[in-house]
Structure formats: C-alpha cells, structure tokens
C-alpha cells in the first residue's frame, strides 16, 4: 500500500529564516510525487510535480527536490504570505493520488 | 481559464438524510476525482471518474456513491448520513493520466 509521512507536523519560522520540509513515501512504481499549498478553507494549490529521483523544480522561494524514498521542500527566506498547510502526495501504479496528512507552516514577521 | 467549481460551498444536513454534491471540471478536462478531507485523516481519495467511467475507488462504504456526465461534470452523493461524514469535499479534475489534479475550493459538509 502507498503511503505518505510528512515532517514535522508543524513548523514555525521567523521571516527570512530558511527551512525544509520532509516527505517520506513509499510507493510501488512511483508516477509522479506532487507538492501543494493549503489555505484555510479553501482547497489545495497545485505546486510542483516531479517524477524522477534527482529531478528539482523551483517557483519564488519554494524548491522542491527527490530522491527514492522522499522529497523536500525547501523555503528560502520566507515571508509570512508563505504561511499555509504544504501537502505532499504520490501517484504510483494505482494511480490514485495519496496524501501525507501535511506540514502547518507559520511565518512570523 | 475558469477552475474547478464546486456547489455548493457549504450544506448543513441531519443524520439519516442524503446529499448530492457536484462538480464542475477545468474545460477539456476529463478526469474528475472526489477526496474526503477531515482534521484526523487528512485527504483521502473517495474515487475518480474518467469518461463517465469509475476507473479507481477508495476504501469507503457504499453509503457514497459518484457519477459523472457526458460533459464532464460529476456528483458524489451519499446516503444515510452519519455524524462522521462531516467534512470537506473536495473535487480535482486533470486532463488524464500523470497529470496534475486541481482542486476546487471544496464543499463544506456538516453532519448534525
């Protein structure tokens, strides 16, 4: 069975101060791993899709890197708009999406 | 290009009762999946249309149930509603295999 662990469950920043955020999975014959932005109430905010170990994808100050078995996503200097939920999810053989339960990112000014 | 729409926003329901909760795709957009999302659980995958066809399902009960039209939209019901069943639902559509889903902004649902 696919499955999705994001770490850490929450994560409080000063603005300006850089941070990773952990994706763990494990997936038989991975198709695709996504990253998205969650506000509240309202639903997820495609991001980034990356589809083989190695590969890297950049927007503003989100970089979002893979390897086999996780993907990070980091923040560079951040600002408190970033402040949001950051899903991960992965598309194997399934091809049902599966989700981590998310990273609560809080940016203070 | 407009997004994925979903009505309504937000639905109050009693116990027993059944709700009907639609869909509607990005525009060439043929796929259509359903997710549950709950503080406990997180978003988890309810089933995915594609060409008026079920073509995945999660692991819920039949209590919930989906179909979707010639032009792409879908609905989800589901029956006999339980105090559980409070969530948000929430629809994504893509133009096929391996590609990006997009969401809608979801249909809030509580269960009373």
């Known amino acids: 069975e696919d499955q999705v662990t994001q770490s850490p469950e929450a994560l409080r920043l000063q603005e300006g101060e850089s941070s990773s955020l952990n994706c763990s999975y494990t997936?038989?014959?991975?198709?695709?791993l996504f990253w998205y932005r969650q506000d509240p109430g309202k639903g997820p905010e495609f991001l980034f899709t990356l589809y083989s170990a190695g590969e890297e994808k950049e927007k503003e100050r989100l970089k979002a890197t893979l390897t086999k078995k996780e993907s990070f996503l980091h923040i560079t200097a951040p600002k408190p708009e970033d402040s949001a939920t950051y899903l991960c999810?992965?598309?194997?053989?399934?091809?049902?999406?599966?989700f981590g339960k998310g990273t609560k990112l809080t940016v203070n000014p | 290009k407009a997004g994925v729409t979903q009505t309504p926003r937000y639905l109050i329901k009693t116990r027993g009762q059944q709700v009907t909760l639609s869909c509607s795709p990005i525009?060439?957009?043929?796929?259509v999946s359903w997710y549950q999302q709950t503080p406990g659980q997180g978003l988890q995958f309810l089933f995915e249309y594609f060409s008026e066809t079920q073509r995945n399902k999660g692991n819920f009960p039949g209590r919930f149930s989906g179909r979707q039209f010639s032009n792409s939209r879908s609905e989800m019901n589901v029956s006999t509603l339980e105090l559980g069943d409070s969530a948000l639902y929430l629809c994504?559509?893509?133009?096929?295999?391996?590609?990006?889903?997009?969401f809608g902004p979801g249909t809030r649902l509580l269960v009373l």
């Open positions: 994504a559509s893509s133009a096929g295999d391996q590609e990006t889903q997009y």
């Open positions: 997936v038989s014959g991975l198709r695709g």
């Open positions: 525009s060439g957009h043929r796929s």
């Open positions: 999810a992965v598309q194997g053989g399934s091809e049902k999406l599966v």
